[in-house]
């Protein structure tokens, strides 16, 4: 047991290592196929539904959700032409087709399908099953994401997962807590110009020479589930990362949150399991009894010989004479014995070590093969992925610019950065005044000359008056123009000297100097006004205001740009990954055909070294025995009269160390085997029905929206964290 309960934690994060790899595929990839013919409806008993849910969660740098987008695949195996679907989701949008949606009176959208898949998209408020929080370190003091950017030192960045999906289930007889088992995996590329000797807690570190691709996991909830001591085996409910870094940046990170792991195991023959282990441990109990009542055997045959040894001692005076020429020719086909053993062993450790090491490079080789043909499979469910959530941006992006009031051509993946930078050019300071400067001009202008009728009409009563003051001091009247006006006013001026004088000025007036004078006039009093206006207050107000909201508009254009920038850049590293997956795993699977042959080779001349080491040890051991029987010999025979009582002293020690291995059987058959008996039949039943319980509770948990009458489905959730930088 404590042999087991040693390897476990190595033996589970295995395990777990390979089941999320498997479950990347299962998360996007669904194989269906249905032949239709004639109308089909939801409520066909063969055609049963199937939803595929993938749940985005973009978060801040600190793990904190800002935004939850589902999309959802309804798998029309049966093609039905209707179907009937739950979802809490706002915002509803087909993805790929035309096909609407109604709301019954049970609040249920019914599709018109028409024997078509359904793709579709929506938001979501409700709380996630899995928390994500990230906090930062910088040589070991805690730091905002925000301080930490562009400093030096020694990072450490833990992420930390709280589940929050559980059922009250019985097991063992009692009401328990049972949480669904998720699987978090968390990932992140460090550029590695400015990170180095990069660490994980639990996960792979792994370094393509230009990046470095770090992968951790955690089980949130598996201990509770389990109940099993932590000296025992610790499931981790959380993943930290460190790194030697210089002007810190970090991109982005990617955490997918999975139940997939006890979906797929079956737990149906573990009770038959524990009963065949019992059988085992009954029968090793019956052979330690075995072997008490031989020990006890053994005891009796010692005693018997330690009477019988004097009559051994008298014959060995015969052999005297013999054994001293045996005794010459032991000694030197020992000799030679022992040069060609040595030999022999050191071809035996060398074939070991060549064995052993090819076995483990060949195990190495197929579990590598075998990993990256799993990852080149996912690369195009990777690709399609952050290309989704790439579109999804731009599609958010573009809505908040035509918000703006705003005009620009539709972002796209090519064209997002022109696009961006045009507009912020067009929001600078001087475009902006310019633009707000004119515009204004233009209006006053406008409004000024709309009233050049009257002001032309005023300039021209005012040049008449002039005209009137000089033909008044002409005509001798000696009157200035108020004068002449009073005295016309009260009739004392007659009608010939009237005539004359308004002749006079009509003349005057309709001169070409006049109305070049009138005209010039009102072109300086036009303009006058225009500057007046464009100089006031207000004017200059809505300028400036202008100004200011333009320069609002450029920076939330700039930081915009920064954010798909981050997220390009990802989604560029996510593609150059997914291409080198694939030259690899076509290397390696080169690598491992040509290995399968000098394994096999190596296994041969092992065999062989085994079986030549083999005899030449049993030739060594035989001399070396031959030697050393002749020497004792001699000398036993020649002091055997001596000797006598040193032979019986030795034979007492055997029986009493018989006696002692009686002893020690029976205490190992009560602290041993029989403690061995009770651990199987007690600790290993609860932690099957444990398994079996979350089990259940796992395959129970098919979705985050919500399913259909008579719909199964299953869904992943994807979390995204904001990138830090300067």
């Known amino acids: 047991m404590d042999r087991i309960k040693r390897n476990a934690p190595k033996v589970l994060s295995l395990l777990l290592a390979l089941t999320i790899i498997c479950s990347l595929t299962a998360t996007t990839a669904y194989t269906a196929g249905a032949e239709s013919s004639g109308a089909k409806t939801v409520s066909d008993k063969d055609n049963k539904l199937f939803k595929t849910e993938t749940v985005y969660v973009i978060a801040d740098s600190q793990g904190e959700p ?62 996630l099953p899995v928390d994500l929080s990230v906090s930062y370190r910088l040589d070991g003091e805690a730091i905002s994401p925000k301080e930490l950017a562009g400093k030096s030192g020694r990072v450490t960045i833990r992420f930390d997962y709280k589940n929050n999906q559980y059922e009250k289930v019985v097991v063992n007889g009692k009401k328990t807590k049972i949480y669904v088992p998720f699987v978090m995996l968390t990932g992140m590329m460090l550029d590695n110009d400015k990170c180095s000797n990069v660490t994980v807690n639990n996960g792979k570190v792994i370094n393509d020479g230009n990046r470095t691709i770090v992968a951790g996991f955690a089980t949130p909830g598996l201990e509770e589930d389990l109940a099993l001591e932590s000296e025992e085996i610790n499931f981790p409910n959380y993943v930290e990362i460190s790194a030697d870094v210089k002007d810190f940046e970090l991109t982005t990170t990617m955490t997918l949150a999975t139940n997939d792991v006890f979906n797929d195991i079956d737990f149906s023959k573990a009770d038959k399991k524990i009963d065949e282990l019992d059988k085992k441990l009954d029968k090793l109990t019956d052979a330690t009894d075995k072997l008490i009542d031989g020990s006890s055997k053994l005891y009796g045959g010692i005693s018997t010989l330690l009477n019988k ?51 483990t490079l060949q195990s190495g080789i197929v579990q590598l093969a075998t990993g990256l043909g799993t990852l080149s499979k996912n690369s195009s469910t990777l690709n399609s992925g952050a290309k989704q959530v790439f579109e999804s941006l731009l599609a958010t992006a573009d809505a908040q610019i035509a918000a703006a009031g705003i005009k620009a051509d539709k972002l796209t993946i090519e064209n997002y950065s022109k696009v961006l ?104 009093q036009i303009k006058s006004l225009i500057d007046e206006n464009m100089n006031s207050d207000s004017v200059k107000k809505q300028i400036s205001d202008a100004v200011e909201k333009g320069k609002s508009g450029a920076g939330a254009i700039s930081a915009l740009k920064k954010q798909l920038n981050s997220y390009n850049e990802f989604y560029k590293g996510v593609l150059s990954y997914t291409s080198g997956v694939d030259s690899v795993k ?3 699977d080169k690598l491992n055909t040509g290995s399968k042959q000098i394994v096999k080779g190596s296994k041969d001349l092992k065999s062989g070294a085994k079986a030549m080491k083999k005899g030449t040890s049993a030739l060594k051991k035989g001399t070396k025995t031959l030697s050393d029987g002749t020497k004792k010999l001699v000398l036993g025979v020649e002091k055997l009269d001596m000797g ?66 008579g719909m199964d489905g299953k869904v992943d959730f994807i979390y995204k964290t904001d990138s830090v930088k300067k």
Do not use: H, P
């Open 66 to 127: 800002n935004k939850v987008i589902v999309s959802d695949w309804i798998k029309n195996t049966g093609k039905l032409d209707k179907i009937e679907d739950k979802s809490t989701l706002s915002d509803i949008k087909n993805l790929k087709g035309d096909e609407k949606y109604t709301l019954n009176e049970d609040n249920m959208c019914i599709w018109d399908a028409k024997g078509n898949d359904i793709y579709y998209q929506g938001t979501s408020k409700k709380d």
């Open 421 to 524: 930078s045009g507009i912020e050019d067009s929001l600078s300071d001087d475009s902006v005044y310019k633009l707000a400067y004119n515009t204004a001009l233009e209006t006053v202008t406008n409004t000024v000359k709309a009233q050049e009728s009257l002001i032309k009409s005023q300039v021209e009563a005012a040049v008449k008056q002039q005209v009137l003051d000089g033909v008044l001091k002409q005509s001798g009247l000696g009157m200035s123009v108020d004068e002449y006006n009073q005295a016309l006013a009260a009739g004392k001026i007659d009608d010939e000297v009237k005539a004359q004088i308004e002749g006079a000025v009509e003349q005057q007036m309709n001169s070409d100097d006049i109305k070049s004078t009138i005209n010039t006039k009102t072109e300086q």
């Open 644 to 709: 006598t009582g040193v032979l019986k002293s030795g034979v007492k020690k055997l029986k009493d160390g018989s006696l002692s291995l009686n002893s020690g059987l029976k205490t190992y058959k009560e602290q041993g085997v029989k403690v061995l008996v009770k651990a199987v039949d007690g600790d290993v039943k609860g932690l099957v029905n444990r398994l079996k319980a979350i089990s259940a509770v796992s395959k129970r948990y098919k979705s985050f929206s919500g399913l259909g009458n």
């Open 586 to 588: 076509s290397g390696a």
């Open 309 to 359: 040894s004097g009559t051994l001692i008298s014959g060995v005076k015969t052999l005297v004479k013999g054994a001293k020429q045996l005794q010459s020719g032991a000694s030197t086909l020992d000799k030679g014995a022992g040069k060609l053993d040595s030999a022999t062993g050191k071809l035996k450790k060398g074939t070991n070590t060549l064995s052993l090491g090819m076995s």
